[in-house]
């Protein structure tokens, strides 16, 4: 896509809502097919800037970029709908710079879907940095020292400001494991926040989706997806998880939050994930997912294949010339060769992290067609089959040290 | 463009030299135009890969890659030559690699021209870590303390292996000022070492330009285009510039030197420059260039206007939500705000890279254009004035602070 700027018309923030589609698009959910032996669902989710088949993964673009890529990258995927991160982009460069500019769309020269979180996640993973009250958290910014207040309202007018078609409320987003009295506290504190965000909206053209805390408990999930439901939001998320919990757990809450979700709006798991976690977690009734781990993942030399991720630092590759997967169409598979990958990670050539990063991202968003496909034509659970008979997480162990090598810097 | 490869071939080096084009394509240069005022000329040189427009700039991919960008994003500047160097090529990942890849152009995807270096310039510039004899030059690698040992043929056999469209011979290349008796004693070596190039010299898909030393002094500047002349290789280099000299020296060397090179022949400049030095040295008979200021300019930040470098840092334009530069129809100004780019450099985005690098080189590739048509319709006098009178080159002090910063760096 090419965005051909008039001469230097700055729109203020008014002009600029008006300017997006203000056509009341309706942000509607077409459930086209339920699996018949597992929870994986098909369908398509509407939006002013397109349509999101659904199961979908959205690519992370933190501070208003994918890593390494461009907007035309991503629609070569195709990508329709990524994530950027309210917090990051409301410390630099500040929301009324976003808005001048026409909003997040026109800023990133994206004109494909966008969600938002609500900068909730990073802020509780500051720890000694921020404090909470029931009114909202203070914390300091990591730039400068700034002192920065985030309350359920001042979210919803930063995002506001920011323009993207998804937008997520402040919630209270608890490392695991936890006290029951601190998730019961957290689940509480995350539906008054809820409750407040759903009153300080005002763009007709966003759609606000509820969270759902409560850890792996299932009670208080349960109760969380009641209450996220009852309020008649377009889209329901599941926070809280891949925040310290193992796998089984994970899968586990997932599998009993779903039933207690309405069927009519899409389900999002915030911050997952692997393939397997994609698989699985389709599996059990989850819609769309968003994780920086296929981006992180390329940072360290790791690329995805369909028998498992490997490490383009292996010497096997030097001379490999031929595509790392032969069986990938993505734009990195397509020309280059592992040979060349491994050559220019080895150097440390800026261009890996663009062909890698292009490589994963379309290995999982692929994964999501197949998923997809399979659920429209009543295949999911041989294909779910397939794919775990082929394909090899990365140990629980070596995932797990990965978690802590990359905990302090989550959210990038 | 695309490459497809089939299952897993692997070619030797012996059968990717006769995949290439083995049309025996003569490497002509054919002179269109030569200004009435100036020394600036305008013609084509044909190559295996493609006709090359001069005069013309060569983007620098030291690496087998020009750092940031992807073959298409070069083609769609259009770039239809870049450089490669044999010395970094030749540590990492070897030689071998790439003829096993079917060359350079099949190992890094790119359709167009290549030219190689041969090392000598960084050779030169390894000070301790080489010593130079008549026979050659023996040095230790950066990388991994390993010893390596250069000689006019082994040069010419690294880069038949590599498979560029134009090949550089060793040369002895001296940073300045230097002695009368050092710059004699390396003219002399380097005529040596050119003939024993040419006498290894087999692949005819390949053009083995010869390069001209002498420092500033004309007498040995004269001397060395005569004898490369001499030997009716396909095209002369200027060698030994823009490596401590002041600008003023360096417009003087090139122009006592390209009124005694051959007219019917391309003339290089090697390692030149910034967009004042491409006006004037094109204006003093020069045809081809390469260097790695635009890359390097914009890695810190620098972007090159019409009106002179600006620095993309400036707080002017962290709300300036219009192209860098109106004028410009680069893949970077079509699409992206000043505003955007100064937030991706501030916050260490490396899609920062990519685009100021595509900026920056469609800047220089354009002012190529920009003087050959006016070479080709007889006002290149009058355009070298407008250029002179709206560009602000860098001051002398800043470059040389840069200079020197730099130093360390050379050839990366």
């Known amino acids: 896509m090419h965005l051909y700027f008039s001469n230097a018309k700055r729109l203020t923030p008014i002009a600029c809502w008006y300017n997006l589609s203000?056509?009341?698009?309706?942000?509607?959910?077409?459930l086209l097919a339920t699996d018949a032996t597992t929870g994986a669902r098909a369908g398509v989710f509407h939006t002013p800037h397109g349509d999101i088949p659904t199961p979908m993964f959205m690519p992370v673009g933190t501070q208003?970029?994918?890593?390494?890529?461009?907007?035309?990258?991503?629609?070569?995927?195709?990508?329709?709908?990524?994530?950027?991160?309210?917090?990051?982009?409301?410390?630099?460069?500040?929301p009324e710079v976003i808005a001048q500019a026409g909003g997040l769309h026109r800023f990133?020269?994206?004109?494909?879907?966008?969600?938002?979180?609500?900068?909730?996640?990073?802020?509780?993973s500051l720890g000694?940095?921020?404090t909470v009250d029931d009114d909202g958290v203070t914390f300091r910014s990591l730039h400068d020292g700034s002192i920065h207040r985030f309350t359920p309202e001042r979210v919803i007018e930063i995002e506001e400001m920011l323009g993207a078609d998804i937008i997520m409320p402040l919630d209270e987003c608890l490392a695991l494991p936890a006290t029951a009295d601190d998730l019961r506290r957290a689940l509480d504190r995350t539906h008054r926040w809820l409750e407040?965000?759903?009153?300080?909206?005002?763009?007709?053209d966003?759609?606000?989706?509820?969270?759902?805390?409560?850890?792996?408990?299932?009670?208080?999930r349960r109760e969380g997806a009641r209450f996220v439901g009852s309020l008649g939001l377009p889209g329901v998320a599941l926070g809280g998880l891949s925040v310290g919990e193992d796998k089984p757990s994970m899968y586990a809450t997932v599998a009993t939050t779903t039933p207690h979700c309405p069927a009519d709006r899409p389900r999002y798991l915030m911050g997952v994930g692997s393939p397997e976690d994609l698989w699985e977690c389709v599996a059990r009734g989850i819609d769309l997912f968003d994780c920086v781990l296929p981006a992180r993942v390329a940072r360290h030399g790791g690329l995805y294949t369909p028998a498992g991720r490997v490490s383009i630092k292996g010497a096997k590759w030097r001379d490999h010339h031929a595509p790392l997967d032969?069986?990938?169409d993505c734009a990195t598979c397509r020309r280059f060769t592992a040979a060349y990958l491994h050559h220019l990670h080895r150097v440390g050539e800026l261009l890996w992290h663009r062909l890698a990063t292009t490589h994963n991202l379309h290995f999982i968003l692929r994964q999501m067609r197949v998923m997809r496909a399979a659920i429209l034509d009543g295949t999911f659970a041989d294909k779910l089959g397939?794919?775990?008979e082929a394909y090899r997480p990365a140990s629980t162990e070596r995932a797990a040290a990965q978690r802590a090598k990359f905990a302090q810097q989550r959210g990038g």
């Open 108 to 124: 990133m020269a994206w004109d494909g879907a966008i969600l938002t979180d609500s900068g909730g996640f990073q802020v509780f």
């Open 326 to 328: 032969p069986t990938c």
């Open 22 to 30: 203000m056509t009341n698009a309706p942000f509607t959910y077409e």
């Open 64 to 94: 208003a970029t994918v890593k390494a890529l461009d907007p035309d990258d991503l629609h070569a995927m195709p990508a329709p709908v990524i994530l950027s991160n309210t917090y990051h982009l409301a410390l630099r460069p500040g």
């Open 196 to 204: 407040r965000a759903v009153a300080a909206k005002r763009r007709p």
């Open 206 to 220: 966003q759609a606000l989706f509820g969270i759902v805390q409560g850890g792996t408990d299932p009670a208080l």
């Open 128 to 130: 000694p940095q921020r």
């Open 386 to 388: 397939a794919f775990r």
